[in-house]
């Protein structure tokens, strides 16, 4: 099958490569003149596990392109895939405006019947919008499709070709058969294949993200609690995860979520809700505990220190919003910098991949290195904020004699308490006793 992909981010480029490996020809189109060059050199502009192999894969065997002509590319695709940009807008909605100007674009460059994807994820009505553009710019017919990417950084490969759901929006029988047959592949060993209208498609993913972001504000809540009475939240975790009908995923206590879809996910649900004249109360509760979440870590070090941290330098390790990215949208790691450093105090970081984004985003107010060890050196305490698998059985020994004060700050629960006293750190963890003195 001839499929085009207009936008090489994250989900654009994963989207593209997989279906590429799949054996369809794909070209993947982009308006950025920079990043096309950097690709068709083979260079990746995100960090994703396998992804550049993939690429490297797909571009030899002649079944993967990339370009800016989109006019060339739609015209001889049959299936055309949006997947640009749909950032929060100024009032928590989503921002069409980039799928807008696509829709147009493709529109003009159509030179026969279409199936249009949408793959970015948009809000209930999208998919209406984007045919009324289309048809009303061509006089050939068009099916526009939602389907929603479920796509976790880190694990995006696995996820897209080995899907626990596919999920197709289309009231076209026609759309619906081009679809399965497009995403048999990977639905081989029985994993469903959903075909619903499309509102409902587009309410299943931000439904999904509402859902989960629910669960992990639920537990750093309950973290709080279990702190103030004496629980331990792990085996709370335990207990809780054992129901099947609760199940153990996203049970894991922190210092909140960040990324580029939990945060403008849930606030574009709740615009949606507040357009529709429905408040969502729950959801506004979630994007405040979560916003609280990431303030947790820094207060257990200013309860540690005090509120003039000046003269105190802090290890962090772990600088993007989760492990096997570079992405730092949102990470609750900006937020706890932001709090040291305006009471004075110095910060040296490592991240395994995120150390260039991070100095574009959080920028010469902190230090980054380029080794763990060497951040920790003559710090008052270490932070641990992203649980990178690295980070989880570091040399204590050599840690304790670098740091300039025994303390562990563990915004992931990645250690605990019995390992820091074997070590003699005073540790302090989320939802666990406080600290412990040796």
């Known amino acids: 099958m001839k499929i085009t992909v207009v936008g090489t981010g994250y989900v654009g480029l994963v ?35 396998g992804l550049e192999e993939l690429v490297e894969r797909n571009v030899k065997g002649q079944r993967l392109s990339f370009t800016t002509d989109l ?22 909605s989503c921002d069409l405006t980039a799928v807008k100007i696509v829709a147009g674009e493709i529109a003009e460059a159509m030179q026969g019947p279409q199936i249009v994807v949408n793959k970015s994820t948009v809000p209930v009505g999208t998919a209406e919008l984007v ?9 050939f017919s068009v099916e526009v499709v939602s ?14 070709m080995k899907p626990d759901r596919v999920v197709i929006g289309t009231r076209s029988e026609e759309a619906a058969r081009t679809m399965r047959e497009l995403y048999s592949p990977f639905v081989r060993t029985g994993k469903p294949l959903m075909v619903m209208d499309p509102p409902s498609a ?41 129901d ?70 802090f290890a962090f390790w772990g600088l993007a919003f989760k492990p096997k990215t570079d992405d730092m949208r949102e990470a609750p790691a900006i937020v706890i910098a932001e709090e040291l450093v ?23 107010s902190i230090e980054y290195c380029e080794d763990p060890y060497e951040a920790a050196k003559g710090a008052s305490a270490l932070l641990l904020i992203t649980e990178w ?30 390992l820091a006293e074997k070590h003699q750190f005073e540790y302090y963890g989320i939802g666990t006793r406080g600290s412990c003195d040796v």
Not at 20 to 27: D, T
Request: net charge negative.
């Open 389 to 418: 698998n690295e980070y989880r059985g570091p040399d204590f020994d050599r840690l304790r004699g670098l740091l300039k004060e025994p303390v562990l700050f563990d915004g992931r629960n990645v250690w605990n308490l019995n």
């Open 147 to 160: 389907n929603p990417e479920f796509l976790k950084e880190g694990a995006a490969i696995d996820d897209f």
């Open 244 to 313: 099947n009908r609760i199940g153990p995923h996203f049970l894991f206590p922190g210092v909140g979520y960040g990324g580029s879809c939990f945060p403008k996910d849930i606030r574009a649900l709740s615009q949606l809700g507040k357009e529709n004249g429905i408040d969502l109360e729950i959801l506004g509760s979630v994007d405040s505990v979560n916003d609280s979440q990431k303030r947790v870590l820094s207060e257990k070090v200013v309860s540690k220190f005090g509120e003039d941290l000046s003269g105190h330098r």
């Open 15 to 49: 989207t593209g490569t997989c279906l590429a490996e799949s054996g369809n020809q794909v070209k993947c189109v982009d308006n950025d003149t920079a990043k096309i060059s950097c690709l068709k050199d083979g260079q990746i502009p995100i960090y994703e596990p």
């Open 131 to 139: 045919t009324e553009i289309i048809q009303s710019k061509t006089e």
């Open 342 to 364: 305006k009471r004075g105090a110095k910060i040296c970081a490592h991240d395994p991949e995120a150390l260039e984004t991070a100095r574009e985003v959080i920028g010469d």
């Open 202 to 242: 587009e309410l299943t993913k931000y439904a999904s993200n509402a859902l989960l972001a629910t669960k992990i504000s639920f537990m750093n809540e309950l973290s709080r609690l279990s702190e103030k009475v004496g629980a331990d939240i792990g085996k709370v975790r335990q207990g809780m995860g054992a």
């Open 71 to 92: 006019k060339s590319a739609v015209a001889e695709s049959t299936v055309t895939f949006i997947a640009v940009g749909t950032p929060q807008a100024a009032d928590g």
